[in-house]
């Protein structure tokens, strides 16, 4: 207890700090994090095509347009639309099916922009992502830069307290030395 004392007393050399000193790392509580702190600079962007309605309905229809229900229902109309002409249950749209192909042009004249409008959409908020993502990574960067520097410098500080602490160590071991030479030549003791 004495000895922490004492070596509490001595003077630290320069550009050492004492522990009390040292700043504590930042420890943000979830709720301090803004996980979507790169994100928000995009906010303002207009959407793509006008309305987020129109561009939302859109998506889903062109997300339709290519599941295995579409395509299983439309095959299964297109094959009753046939079987009823050509059988002749109806005689709307005979042979050549001139309805049907107009129903199917009129389909892909619409079907086509829809997802056109939906791959724009996502390729604009790819590039908001990757942006994001960017800045998200150079932050992380930036404070691993930081974190290094911090680092070197306790280690730098560390080791000057390890060789004050040894060039301590070796004066401690000194003077007892000569004390105990001293001790033993005041009772009249050679060493």
């Not at 420890?27 to 962007?45: G, P």
């Not at 997802?115 to 404070?143: G, M, N, P, V, Y």
């Amino acid at each position: 207890m004495r000895k922490r004392a004492r070596l509490a007393r001595l003077p630290l050399p320069k550009g050492v700090m004492k522990s009390s000193q040292i700043p504590e790392p930042h420890s943000a509580t979830e709720s301090d994090v803004d996980h979507l702190r790169f994100h928000r600079q995009h906010e303002h962007l207009s959407k793509t095509f006008g309305s987020d309605v129109f561009g939302l309905k859109a998506e889903a229809f062109a997300r339709f347009f290519g599941t295995p229900l579409f395509l299983g229902v439309q095959t299964v109309l297109v094959a009753a639309w046939i079987a009823a002409n050509v059988l002749g249950l109806v005689k709307f749209d005979v042979y050549p099916f001139i309805l049907l192909n107009l129903a199917f042009s009129l389909q892909a004249a619409y079907a086509a922009p829809l997802i056109l409008l939906a791959q724009t959409r996502q390729a604009a908020r790819d590039k908001a992502l990757s942006d994001a993502d960017a800045k998200h990574r150079e932050a992380i960067s930036h404070a691993s830069s930081k974190n290094a520097a911090q680092m070197k410098e306790l280690l730098r500080q560390n080791t000057e307290l390890t060789e004050i602490t040894k060039s301590m160590a070796e004066r401690i071991e000194k003077l007892t030395a000569e004390m105990h030479q001293h001790f033993l030549r005041d009772h009249g003791q050679e060493p």
